[in-house]
């Protein structure tokens, strides 16, 4: 069973387009989050959310909006598409019955490429 | 502000040879510690963590890693390495003691074997 899976794996488009990645996952966790990985292997955070509520919003793009139907799910939609935005787009989740130490657990990843 | 430094962008190792990776933090509180590993075209997977008790933590894959408050450091080691331990390797560090505010992540050792 994958504890954390994102869709698509890989995504090319043009600029200018919309696009989603979706992530599910089904560890139980209260937390989960959206990491950006640039060309460089980067790893920066984008957003977080906790029982479906958004704690962290960091300086991300307008045209980047999360949506979390439940807590097991978190979505990225990505508005007007820039060459920039091409990177990797990694989901993770965390927390639990116990106290949330912060280990994240990782999707494999959403490889986005904008044309 | 949080932060974390892995000063060696690539190390090139023989295999069968020793390793450590450096891996620096800069935190006020305990810090709760993790090191990742990240193959090519892979998620991210955790290798070990530190939280408290014993400095030296015991990982996966042969792996340990000890934590040192004096020098700030959470330095990655394994006395023989194979040549599937070719990687990306990440450092992180915990805001606040977990929650949901996320890693923060080092900028990450690429990690060549020699054969």
């Known amino acids: 069973d994958t504890a954390v899976s994102q869709t698509p794996k890989y995504l090319v488009t043009q600029m200018g387009n919309d696009k989603s990645i979706k992530c599910e996952q089904n560890?139980?966790?209260?937390?989960m989050y959206w990491y950006k990985q640039d060309s460089k292997k980067f790893l920066k955070i984008m957003f977080s959310?906790?029982?479906?509520?958004?704690?962290i919003n960091e300086t991300v793009p307008n045209r980047f909006s999360p949506k979390s139907p439940d807590k097991a799910h978190l979505n990225l939609h990505i508005n007007s598409l820039e060459l920039g935005d091409s990177a990797v787009y990694f989901c993770?989740?965390?927390?639990?019955?116990?106290?949330?130490?912060?280990?994240?657990?990782f999707g494999e990843g959403s490889r986005l490429t904008v044309l | 502000a949080q932060s974390v430094t892995q000063p060696d962008i690539h190390i090139t190792v023989s295999e069968g040879a020793s390793l450590e990776l450096r891996c620096n933090y800069s935190?006020?509180?305990?810090?709760?510690l993790f090191w990742y590993v990240q193959s090519p075209g892979q998620g991210l997977q955790l290798l070990l963590k530190?939280?408290?008790?014993?400095?030296l933590v015991q990982g996966i894959k042969g792996f340990e890693a000890e934590f040192k408050r004096s020098q700030s450091s959470f330095n990655l080691r394994k006395p023989s390495v194979h040549w599937s331990d070719a990687a990306e390797y990440f450092c992180?560090?915990?805001?606040?003691?977990?929650?949901?505010?996320?890693?923060?992540f080092g900028k990450g050792t690429h990690l060549i074997i020699q054969p």
């Open positions: 993770a989740s965390s927390g639990g019955s116990g106290a949330n130490t912060g280990e994240l657990f």
């Open positions: 959310y906790n029982n479906k509520e958004l704690i």
């Open positions: 530190y939280f408290s008790g014993d400095t």
């Open positions: 560890l139980g966790h209260d937390t």
């Open positions: 935190y006020g509180a305990t810090p709760y």
């Open positions: 992180a560090v915990a805001y606040s003691g977990g929650g949901a505010d996320g890693l923060t």
